[in-house]
């Protein structure tokens, strides 16, 4: 290799930072992955179309899916998907749905979620944003549900 690029985020030894929340942090094994990526409009509003998820425990593979937008999907759109989904094996969910597997997985089970292009996916499927709870300057925090007892804070890098 002749070029090596390395990016970096650090503190000076007397800046650390301070949090002040009740959230208590744990230190998950993450044996239990989901992976998913969004498709989106080809115009400047980049809507959600469809997606894909797959689930894996322990490098085993539990199931996946695709899920779609009913907003942004044409009725001929969705029969390819729906043709798609049936050739293949795979469940098709609406939107609605995914949003529960995904805080089923995610928030309950405590899975590791990986995204190609994370922020921006999660971007994709959220009915509303705000700034991070416990940081603001440092994150935003994405709605994905109407119960407000649950939150998805990423890290803004």
Aim: aromatic letters at 16%.
């Amino acid at each position: 290799m002749e070029h090596i690029a390395l990016r970096t985020f650090s503190t000076k030894e007397n800046e650390k930072k301070q949090y002040t929340s009740n959230y208590k942090r744990e230190n998950p094994d993450f044996s239990r992955v989901l992976t998913f990526d969004t498709e989106t409009t080809a115009d400047e509003f980049l809507n959600l179309k469809f997606g894909s998820f797959m689930v894996h425990e322990n490098d085993v593979y539990q199931y996946a899916g695709l899920f779609w937008d009913d907003r942004h999907v044409s009725e001929k759109e969705y029969k390819i998907l729906k043709t798609y989904a049936e050739k293949h094996n795979i469940r098709l969910f609406s939107l609605e749905e995914f949003i529960k597997i995904f805080y089923l997985e995610v928030y309950e089970r405590k899975t590791l979620c990986i995204g190609y292009n994370l922020n921006f996916d999660l971007s994709r499927i959220i009915l509303d944003y705000g700034h991070g709870r416990y940081s603001g300057k440092d994150g935003f925090s994405f709605k994905l549900t109407e119960d407000t007892t649950i939150h998805v804070y990423v890290s803004s890098i």
